[in-house]
């Protein structure tokens, strides 16, 4: 397997467009994970599912916020509208039930 | 609520020591502990998982221990290396959840 894929690595765009960020997830797994990092909070958990069911969205900053699971390989997390405060790099990882969690490489989101 | 805490946020070491990185939580009931590697812009690479039954876990020249009654994990790293050098990260998973709860992370430098 390639592992959790995330698309695009790099986004870049000015406050109030819409963004979507892209993961698709390890074959089999039935637990996914949006993750963002800064420097000043480090790793926040957003929300995760489990077998395409959102479980927790109580990390979610606001209502700008949305994430969808439409099947077991493929998820998006969307802003709309962005804001500068939501650079960050943004993380999807996805793991088995109670077994090892593996990241993707990340998505670093530049607002402007 | 889980809190994790790394000690020290960075440490600088020459090479081939022997050195041994701290994690600590809060909440002793928890499913899993995993120790996790990032390498500066990229994403986290999976270094050993303990679950709550284990007491320690080993990869290599990677010592992962847990003592759940004292709420802490540690990271041995035998004889470091230059390639060793990255930001070293510990989750544990709460029990009745499925969330990891990150520490701050362990930046480690070890010198040539």
């Known amino acids: 397997d390639a592992g959790v894929i995330q698309s695009p690595r790099h986004e870049v765009t000015e406050m109030g467009q819409e963004v979507t960020l892209r993961c698709k997830p390890i074959?089999?797994?039935?637990?996914l994970f949006w993750y963002r990092q800064t420097m000043m909070r480090g790793l926040e958990l957003l929300i995760y599912?489990?077998?395409?069911?959102?479980?927790?969205d109580s990390g979610m900053p606001e209502d700008r916020f949305s994430a969808k699971m439409p099947n077991a390989s493929f998820s998006t997390l969307k802003i709309q509208p962005s804001e500068p405060r939501d650079s960050a790099v943004y993380f999807c990882?996805?793991?088995?039930?109670?077994?090892?969690?593996?990241f993707g490489q990340g998505t670093r989101l530049t607002v402007v | 609520k889980q809190e994790v805490t790394q000690i020290p946020a960075a440490l600088s070491v020459p090479e081939g020591e022997n050195l041994v990185l701290n994690c600590s939580f809060t909440?002793?009931?928890?499913?899993?502990l995993q120790w996790f590697r990032q390498d500066p812009g990229k994403g986290l690479t999976s270094l050993l998982l303990?679950?709550?039954?284990?007491r320690e876990q080993t990869s290599g020249r990677l010592n992962a221990s847990l003592d759940k009654s004292s709420g802490r994990s540690t990271l041995y790293i035998a004889a470091s290396q230059p390639g060793d050098s990255a930001t070293y990260l510990c989750?544990?998973?709460?029990?009745?959840?499925?969330?990891?709860?990150f520490g701050t992370g362990t930046r480690l430098k070890v010198l040539a």
């Open positions: 303990i679950q709550s039954s284990q």
């Open positions: 909440d002793s009931a928890i499913y899993n």
């Open positions: 990882a996805s793991s088995l039930v109670r077994g090892e969690a593996f």
């Open positions: 989750a544990a998973i709460p029990s009745g959840t499925y969330k990891y709860i």
């Open positions: 074959s089999g797994h039935d637990y």
């Open positions: 599912f489990n077998n395409n069911v959102p479980i927790d």
